[in-house]
């Protein structure tokens, strides 16, 4: 077995104790910033004290066995709920400190002293459990979304140059790993093979785990047919285990992984279209299979329209004055957990969709056709993109 880069190594001892500590944290600000406040319900609010630590414990080991072959799935799915529950704890925190707040005021203005904190009290209490028991519908919501089969988005954009028309079919962030497995890849690939597509893109973040434990969910996406082939860029989640062996898998399948190259296909010989693929932006972080924009284009028809597969939308900071015609990208998920895409935004230029960048050149974000941590989607949809190209 082809080792992992060394950076993949560091990450998987590391990761577990930096992740538990970021999360430690978020339990804190939860517990002191929505529990630790006067309330007529205190066999409530000690019930609710408790499930904070449990939940805190839930998700050490979720983080802790992630990879671990011991965990059941059943089990594994319980545990990574436990992210989502804090995440929407802390999002509807905010909310109630904000309206804590206002009410303290109000009651405050209008009340002397000894009256207004016994109100004070009953509105906390009141307002503290109907803002739990709004988190705990966003959680179920969030399960039930998340869990859904993708939603087929369909574009169509006209091409300088295209001699006919193509169907490009794009999956992205797939996320193949403990919750990601062979019947969720099977539902994909029936999905896309109904679009009869000319073309399919995988634009990175396919496998989220070592390429042992992907065997049987990539002999499911094998089943994927295109007329021109399947083609496969790499995401950041892909550098996170043993890269090398996740590229050796994926070429074994048959698809063309493209990692700083270009292709042209062609229909009898003659020229049809480009497809260029860069290889994903954290390899600039691990001196590991960094983006090369240079090697990448080296060669390519100028004539011919050009696909570009990048896995991080702000890809387009790098390309300059490159004559691209569609850039996909994958990465965002489109924020997955609303209000989660705010973050995003601080990172990359758009969360999802289309985006016309200038003249003939556009860019399309894919949600993702997975998901990432917990199976949690809220403001957003799992989403297999068909792209129909047509001669301009």
């Not at 059941?72 to 509807?92: D, E």
């Not at 570009?308 to 998920?333: E, F, R, V, W, Y």
């Amino acid at each position: 077995m082809t080792h992992s880069p060394h950076y993949a190594r560091k990450r998987t001892y590391l990761f577990p104790f930096l992740a538990t500590l970021v999360f430690l944290l978020f339990h804190l600000l939860v517990y002191w910033g929505l529990l630790v406040t006067s309330s007529p319900f205190v066999g409530v609010q000690n019930a609710l004290k408790i499930f904070i630590c449990l939940n805190f414990l839930a998700t050490a080991c979720y983080i802790f066995f992630r990879q671990s072959p011991i965990i059941p799935q059943w089990l594994y799915l319980l545990l990574s709920i436990s992210v989502g529950v804090i995440f929407s704890l802390f999002v509807f925190m905010i909310f109630y400190q904000f309206l804590a707040l206002l009410g303290r005021w109000i009651i405050s203005s209008e009340q002397v002293s000894q009256v207004s904190n016994g109100k004070e009290n009953i509105y906390l209490g009141y307002l503290q459990l109907i803002i739990i028991a709004l988190s705990m519908i966003y959680v179920i919501y969030g399960i039930y979304k998340g869990r859904a089969r993708p939603f087929l988005q369909k574009i169509t954009l006209p091409i300088p140059h295209l001699k006919i028309p193509l169907k490009v079919i794009q999956l992205s962030d797939i996320h193949i790993g403990k919750l990601m497995q062979k019947p969720h890849i099977c539902q994909i690939v029936q999905m896309v093979n109904e679009q009869k597509p000319d073309i399919i893109v995988l634009t990175g973040d396919i496998i989220d785990t070592y390429a042992h434990n992907a065997c049987a969910a990539l002999q499911a996406l094998k089943d994927l047919q295109a007329v021109y082939g399947v083609y496969y860029v790499l995401g950041n989640h892909e550098y996170f285990y043993d890269t090398p062996n996740i590229i050796e898998q994926i070429q074994t399948l048959g698809f063309h992984t493209l990692i700083n190259q270009n292709i042209t296909i062609s229909q009898d010989n003659t020229p049809l279209i480009t497809i260029i693929g860069l290889a994903d932006l954290m390899g600039e972080r691990m001196d590991y299979l960094p983006p090369d924009i240079h090697q990448a284009f080296d060669g390519i028809n100028t004539s011919l329209p050009t696909i570009l597969l990048s896995h991080q939308p702000k890809i387009i900071k790098k390309l300059q004055d490159k004559a691209i015609n569609l850039i996909l990208s994958g990465h965002t998920h489109g924020g997955q957990l609303s209000p989660f895409g705010l973050a995003v935004l601080l990172d990359q230029p758009f969360l999802m969709g289309l985006h016309k960048l200038c003249e003939d050149q556009y860019l399309y974000i894919n949600q993702g056709t997975g998901f990432w941590g917990p199976p949690m989607r809220v403001g957003t949809r799992a989403e297999i993109t068909s792209i129909q190209l047509l001669p301009k």
